[in-house]
């Protein structure tokens, strides 16, 4: 895990105009094959948390999980990692939203679309709906934020809300609750309640 946090940093640090070295290195170090290009670091530990439930050691495997911080970036990280860059095959999760900017990016890098794996709105409302929102309440519970919750829902521009999307208004209210939940809530998941993006990327792999 710290050579492919390194090999995460090396590689943030090249997309932002640094040297191309000490990602090259570490690619081949750690026998890279895949890139998984992600948004940012909420989906991140939700692949990782759902490789760790299936006994998956992806950096093992030569799978290099890249939080881009943001969509946008997705084809400057492609340019570097794909067929033009160091030449892994590349794959990913997005928001549905942000689905033009991964088409645009990777055909720019003359990469394939075919393993980009959309979800509808975002990833924590394939969570959300996955788990229900009386699952979700429970965590909160178990994490002592459950009167946090109730705080927030009694908040003015939540009333008449569905409680999906107050839920998932609530996780992006706090700096770091999306990254911590997005662990827990895929650690909470039924084994055959994995949203299907998540479980077919991670099928992928």
């Known amino acids: 895990m710290a050579d492919m946090r390194g090999f995460q940093d090396a590689v943030a640090r090249w997309a932002a105009g640094g040297p191309d070295g000490p990602a090259r ?8 094959r895949t890139a998984v290009l992600l948004e940012g670091l909420s989906d991140l530990a939700a692949v990782e948390a759902l490789a760790a439930r299936r006994g998956r050691d992806l950096a093992a495997e030569g799978v290099c999980v890249v939080p881009m911080g943001g969509a946008m970036s997705v084809g400057r990280y ?15 999760l997005c928001d549905e939203g942000e689905q033009g900017f991964y088409e645009r990016g990777l055909t720019r890098a003359q990469a394939s679309l075919r393993d980009i794996y959309v979800c509808t709105a975002d990833l924590e409302d394939e969570l959300i709906r996955a788990l229900g929102t009386a699952g979700v309440e429970e965590i909160f519970r178990a994490e002592g934020e459950f009167r946090a919750w109730q705080t927030f829902q009694r908040q003015p521009a939540q009333h ?3 409680r999906h999307q107050q839920v998932r208004r609530f996780l992006g209210t706090k700096k770091g609750r999306k990254i911590r939940y997005g662990r827990l809530l895929v650690e909470a998941l039924a084994p055959d309640r ?3 993006p998540l479980d077919g990327l991670l099928a992928s792999l």
């Open 78 to 92: 492609a340019g570097l990692l794909g067929p033009s860059g160091l030449g892994l095959r590349l794959t990913g």
């Open 194 to 196: 994995t949203p299907p």
């Open 160 to 162: 008449g809300r569905p």
């Open 25 to 32: 290195d570490l690619a081949e170090s750690l026998g890279a």
